[in-house]
């Protein structure tokens, strides 16, 4: 790994743990709530299937780390936009954006309301949700060296467990030797209105068909990418939540740790 990019993962190691012990990386959650090994969990899957409320509670639940590593390539594509690095017909200024990287310093910080994505000082956690990224977080997405920018960074959040993360190729490329993997499905209208009642509770006025359209595209791009396509890992459990609430996927992981692992008390 390029030098300067290590200095900037160890600087957002820091930045991610300021309101944790002084250890750094995934473990300044020192509570353990439960008895459960210091392992990883993986969860795949397309896009609004709920995949970062589902991993955000197993963390709580868990004391374990939450990192969403589409907002990491969510932020690489603001980065674009807000650069003229992308057109609107999609086309990436490739040489450019691949130089950009050597020193952009995306990362994320642990604040009071939450881990928040930043692009060096600026918190751009609500930009990175709106539609004009979505339309252009798949093709940016499909960078290869954007891919090993952003899991380098994973990787490097993660060492030692005790961490959930959320994405397309967690449980693939990034963590294979993850201990608990999930691949997440659900119905596509029902992933739209998902998404589309999220953003209208942000604010955000959405049309339900143009949700729909975005989300069947990015399912395409994703899944079809060269580079580490969103695909189910073998060894992944398959949960389809198109019927299911938050709470009854709880009970269905609650359920998977304790056969997996003997985890008592859940
Ligand atoms: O999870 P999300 O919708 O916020 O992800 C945004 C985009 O990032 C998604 O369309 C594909 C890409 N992504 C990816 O390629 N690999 C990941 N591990 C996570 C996200």
């Not at 060296?145 to 967690?170: H, P, Q, S």
């Amino acid at each position: 790994m390029n030098k300067s990019i290590r200095c900037l993962i160890l600087s957002i190691t820091t930045k991610i743990s300021l309101s944790g012990s002084e250890s750094g990386g995934a473990h300044q959650f020192d509570m353990k709530k439960y008895d459960i090994p210091d392992i990883t969990i993986a969860i795949d899957g397309y896009s609004s299937t709920g995949k970062s409320s589902f991993a955000k509670l197993i963390a709580s639940e868990l004391s374990f780390l939450y990192l969403d590593s589409g907002a990491l390539y969510r932020a690489v594509t603001l980065y674009a936009m807000e650069n003229g690095l992308i057109s609107d017909d999609n086309k990436i200024d490739l040489q450019a954006l691949a130089a950009a990287l050597n020193t952009l310093d995306v990362h994320f910080e642990n604040t009071a309301g939450g881990i928040r994505t930043y692009i060096g000082k600026r918190c751009v956690e609500k930009e990175i949700r709106s539609l004009k990224v979505s339309g252009k977080v798949s093709p940016v997405s499909a960078v290869p060296e954007v891919r090993e920018y952003v899991n380098a960074k994973l990787r490097e959040f993660g060492r030692g467990g005790r961490v959930v993360m959320d994405g397309r190729d967690i449980g693939t490329t990034v963590f294979p030797n993850a201990e608990l993997k999930i691949f997440m499905t659900a119905d596509p209208l029902v992933r739209a209105k998902r998404r589309a009642a999220e953003m209208e509770a942000k604010g955000e006025k959405v049309n339900i068909s143009d949700v729909l359209e975005n989300l069947k595209e990015r399912d395409y791009i994703d899944s079809h990418r060269a580079v580490s396509p969103l695909s189910k890992a073998p060894d992944a459990i398959e949960l389809d939540n198109s019927e299911m609430t938050l709470e009854g996927q709880m009970e269905w992981v609650k359920n998977v740790l304790s056969k997996k692992f003997g985890v008592n008390g859940l």
